[in-house]
């Protein structure tokens, strides 16, 4: 499955885009399928990354949540909705014979119990259900953390699926006991379409259960959890098509009659590819609800920090980083809560010069996961004097996020010392290009944008294409303009970063 070389055909950049028009998109063309936090997505890419116009579409979803840290969604109601995507992107009888692939990513550490009929026992548990924060203060008592973290690459924490099934096989026994496989809702979505399904490598890697250095399940702390390993899905690197796709697939869908699907891949992985971020020389600083800074090794490090992540892509990759609980949380939070004065925005907050007297801010408001990984950590406003106004406590909470990714940076760049460039993605930073220069001044590095939206789903064809499409060029995405940090506030952030560590000393368990 590849593609000689050709050379590149035009862009279509009309109106400020990143796209090409169906005629001109270059041969193969993948559809890229994203499950994210709020919505299921799906689009047409062609063999170059580039997006095809006209073929993408969005079905609206949220997650079910409740004070006691539930945090769920109906499995099947996103089987339905990727469904509902496929009808719509292949209705076109043109597309016949071009697809060459289907690719699928989801919001990480998902969890469905699946019965002896293939049908969902549980909902689908997301990374945000904390419910089983019992069983992991358990597993830490029982485990050495550090000793599990270099051999998954993950801490322990509520994100992560070993106190989660603790939890289920505690509190619920009997759906534990009838639930024959759990798995990721991709590989959920992918039984039910297609009757088979494989667990890819670097959603099995963001379950905090596998072997990084392997690939295999770990069976310690599979063991820990009372599961056997033959109730979970077998692993497929990405390079890996799944086998045995049923007929109604085809049948429903004749435009991907030929076509090649791919074992789901998490969502982090793909927002690093599609941002630019596929070597170890770029650093991806991603800016959403929650955040993220990354960068894609070609090698798996033999000793990871305490502070960051290391999730196995294939053999020979896998996606280092840490990631931070609330960025565009924590911005809904200052809009509702915080007055600024008549006629200013977070963006002119954000976009302001350094202040002496800006009070420290740990902007923990859902708890901490890299570098610490107190999940129990909770904001804190510090040196807040009468004379503060709501821009005042703006401020520190915006520059409190921009040092909590420094303090990741800080650690990431210690274990990749060939970062040369950062690149921000996210929703966040679109809208609020102040956050840009002021993760600029705090790294003390030239940041720029991915100015394009979809770079997750992008991202997610880009790895299919690897495969579909060798010697293919791939094509860049668009960047922003480049927000170099300012020397004059450099001292300003030295300080801001000490007394944050301070506070964390001091306050943080």
């Keep these: 499955m590849s593609t000689a070389p050709l050379p590149p055909r035009p862009r279509d950049l009309e109106r400020g885009g990143f796209g090409v028009r169906a005629e001109e998109a270059l041969d193969p063309l993948v559809l890229a399928l994203d499950v994210g936090s709020t919505g299921s997505r799906g689009g047409l890419f062609d063999a170059t990354g580039t997006p095809v116009r006209g073929w993408r579409h969005k079905v609206e979803h949220e997650f079910t949540t409740a004070a006691d840290g539930t945090s769920v969604i109906d499995p099947d109601q996103v089987v339905d909705e990727?469904?509902?995507?496929?009808?719509?992107?292949?209705?076109?009888?043109?597309?016949?014979?071009?697809?060459?692939?289907?690719?699928?990513?989801?919001?990480?550490?998902?969890?469905?119990?699946v019965g002896d009929d293939g049908a969902a026992l549980t909902p689908c548990f997301t990374y945000a259900?904390?419910?089983?924060?019992?069983?992991?203060?358990?597993?830490?008592?029982?485990?050495?953390?550090?000793?599990?973290?270099?051999?998954?690459?993950?801490?322990?924490?509520?994100?992560?699926?070993?106190?989660?099934?603790?939890?289920?096989?505690?509190?619920?026994?009997?759906?534990?006991?009838?639930?024959?496989r759990w798995m990721s809702l991709g590989e959920y979505v992918h039984?039910?379409?297609?009757?088979?399904?494989?667990?890819?490598?670097?959603?099995?890697?963001?379950?905090?259960?596998?072997?990084?250095?392997?690939?295999?399940w770990d069976e310690a702390l599979l063991a820990a959890c009372g599961l056997e390993p033959s109730r979970l899905n077998e692993i497929a690197d990405p390079q890996d098509p799944l086998f045995e796709v049923g007929p109604s697939a085809a049948r429903r869908w004749p435009?991907?009659?030929?076509?090649?699907?791919?074992?789901?891949?998490?969502?982090?992985?793909?927002?690093?590819?599609?941002?630019?971020?596929?070597?170890?020389?770029?650093?991806?600083?991603?800016?959403?609800?929650?955040?993220?800074v990354r960068v894609l090794l070609p090698e798996i490090p033999e000793r990871l920090p305490t502070g960051l992540w290391c999730y196995r892509v294939d053999a020979r990759r896998c996606l280092l980083g840490g990631a931070l609980n609330d960025v565009g949380r924590a911005v809904q939070w200052l809009e509702r809560t915080v007055a600024l004065p008549e006629g200013t925005t977070l963006q002119d907050v954000a976009s302001a010069d350094v202040a002496a007297g800006t009070p420290a801010v740990?902007?923990?408001?859902?708890?901490?996961?890299?570098?610490?990984?107190?999940?129990?950590?909770?904001?804190?406003?510090?040196?807040?004097?009468?004379?503060?106004?709501?821009?005042?406590?703006?401020?520190?909470?915006l520059e409190g996020i921009a040092v909590s990714y420094g303090r990741v940076a800080d650690q990431l760049s210690e274990a990749a010392p060939g970062i040369e460039?950062?690149?921000t993605s996210g929703g966040l930073a679109r809208e609020m290009p102040g956050m840009l220069q002021l993760l600029a001044d705090v790294l003390g590095t030239p940041v720029v944008r991915a100015d394009l939206k979809r770079a997750t789903l992008r991202g997610t064809a880009m790895l299919a294409l690897?495969?579909?499409?060798?010697?293919?060029?791939?094509?860049?995405?668009?960047?922003?303009?480049?927000?170099?940090?300012?020397?004059?506030?450099?001292?300003?952030?030295?300080?801001?970063?000490?007394?944050?560590?301070?506070?964390?000393?001091?306050?943080v368990r």
């Design 421 to 423: 460039r950062v690149v």
């Design 362 to 397: 740990l902007p923990f408001f859902t708890g901490e996961r890299s570098t610490g990984w107190a999940g129990g950590a909770r904001a804190v406003l510090a040196d807040v004097t009468a004379s503060h106004g709501g821009a005042d406590l703006a401020r520190g909470v």
């Design 191 to 216: 039984l039910r379409l297609l009757g088979t399904a494989r667990a890819g490598t670097s959603v099995a890697a963001w379950t905090g259960l596998l072997d990084r250095r392997t690939g295999r």
């Design 129 to 180: 259900d904390s419910r089983c924060a019992p069983q992991l203060a358990a597993l830490r008592e029982e485990l050495d953390e550090t000793e599990v973290q270099q051999r998954t690459g993950a801490r322990l924490h509520t994100s992560y699926l070993a106190p989660r099934l603790r939890w289920v096989r505690e509190t619920d026994p009997g759906t534990w006991s009838r639930v024959r």
């Design 82 to 113: 990727i469904a509902r995507i496929l009808d719509l992107v292949l209705a076109d009888p043109s597309l016949a014979g071009r697809v060459a692939g289907v690719a699928l990513d989801t919001f990480s550490s998902s969890l469905v119990g």
């Design 466 to 507: 690897e495969t579909l499409a060798v010697g293919v060029p791939a094509a860049d995405p668009p960047q922003g303009d480049e927000h170099r940090p300012v020397a004059e506030r450099a001292e300003h952030y030295r300080g801001a970063r000490a007394r944050f560590e301070e506070l964390y000393g001091a306050l």
């Design 255 to 292: 435009a991907l009659r030929g076509a090649v699907w791919f074992p789901p891949v998490a969502d982090g992985l793909s927002a690093n590819l599609g941002s630019g971020g596929t070597g170890p020389s770029t650093m991806v600083v991603s800016l959403a609800t929650s955040g993220a």
